[in-house]
Nanobody
């Protein structure tokens, strides 16, 4: 059974930082591209970033230079470092296993972790 479990969310002030983690089980983690998507209150899913099995990364424009995606294949863990957080980054963040690097199929994802940016 594929399982993705996110953690690390919380309440942070604008300009602050957080690191999200996602532990994957039930599949060969290193063989898959992995992504982060988010859902702000009242909005649909928004793609944030993708990382290939070997570490190649791509980011949506709104987070470039502020967010960093990484992975530890030995620990089956995906990370998202969020720096210089803005109120508009408030959302539930999900990690997702992707069929291919550029896939928009986010159906295999965890339960999410809430990030709230507020003063």
């Amino acid at each position: 059974e594929v399982r993705l479990v996110e953690s690390g969310g919380g309440l942070v002030q604008p300009g602050g930082s957080l690191t999200l983690s996602c532990v994957a089980t039930g599949f060969t983690f290193s063989s898959y591209a992995m992504g982060w998507v988010r859902q702000a209150p009242g909005k649909g899913l928004e793609w944030v970033s993708v990382i290939g099995g070997a570490g190649t990364t791509t980011y949506t424009n709104s987070v470039k230079g502020r967010f960093t995606t990484s992975r530890d294949n030995a620990k089956n863990t995906l990370y998202l470092r969020l720096n210089s957080l803005k109120t508009e980054d408030t959302a539930i963040y999900y990690c997702t296993r992707l069929p291919t690097y550029w896939s928009t199929d986010y159906s295999t994802r965890g339960q999410g972790t809430q990030v709230t940016v507020s003063s």
